[in-house]
């Protein structure tokens, strides 16, 4: 597809069990973010990654929370040992580049809930 | 680092009437101003977006103001019509990460 697409698009999980996420950008995108957006509120950034690195992690909730990318594509985030704080839309984004451009293009989001 | 706040959080419009939301930031090295629309079970959509460089920027219906002595902007809507209902986010960016604020929830009444 031509969007950004992410997977699953709904996870429920049991407390304390592992999660991973799973972002496709638009081909041809450097820039790739992962934002939180918990029931009603807006979107906490996470992490960023330019090409394969991520200058910017500052977002990480704690070390339960990591994140890769590899070939310059797909990224996954992983959270460990889930907490039921961490349930949220998860939103992947693209961009053509990183700095000083304009749009990001979001997927749809992973819903996750933890019990 | 930067932070965004945005207010109302929620607004209640007449249709045909004008809408107006406003954001504030903190980061004065920030230069780039965009707003997003999210619709609901959807990834945010930008609509409209500044740069630092200038004062105001208008495409149809839509329109946003910078005054960047005060550190706040705003999006105007205008003529609003129902499916202008969602929920929209204001961001600042400086360098590669991009703030956003809580959001917006407009509600357009036929």
């Known amino acids: 597809g031509a969007g950004v697409s992410q997977s699953p698009s709904n996870k429920v999980t049991e407390k304390g069990k592992d999660v991973e996420l799973r972002c496709d950008p638009i081909s041809g995108h450097t820039a790739l973010y992962w934002y939180r957006q918990r029931l009603g509120q807006g979107l906490e950034f996470l992490i960023y990654?330019?090409?394969?690195?991520?200058?910017?992690k500052s977002g990480l909730p704690s070390d339960r929370f990591s994140a890769e990318r590899t070939g310059e594509s797909v990224s996954t985030l992983t959270i460990q040992r889930t907490q039921q704080e961490d349930s949220a839309v998860y939103l992947c984004?693209?961009?053509?580049?990183?700095?000083?451009?304009?749009?990001?293009?979001f997927g749809e989001g992973s819903r996750l809930t933890v019990l | 680092g930067e932070n965004v706040e945005q207010h109302p959080s929620t607004l209640s419009v007449q249709e045909g009437d004008s809408a107006v939301i406003k954001c504030t930031y903190s980061?004065?090295?920030?230069?780039?101003f965009p707003w997003y629309k999210q619709e609901l079970g959807k990834g945010p959509q930008l609509i409209i977006d500044?740069?630092?460089?200038?004062g105001e920027k208008k495409d149809q219906r839509i329109a946003v103001t910078l005054n960047k002595t005060a550190k706040h902007f705003s999006l105007h809507i205008t003529e609003t019509q129902p499916e202008d209902s969602a929920v929209y986010f204001c961001a600042a960016r400086r360098a590669q990460k991009l703030v956003f604020g809580q959001g917006t929830r407009l509600t357009i009444n036929p």
């Open positions: 980061d004065s090295a920030s230069n780039y």
């Open positions: 984004a693209s961009s053509l580049v990183g700095a000083n451009t304009g749009e990001l293009f």
């Open positions: 500044i740069r630092s460089n200038v």
């Open positions: 990654f330019q090409g394969n690195s991520a200058p910017d």
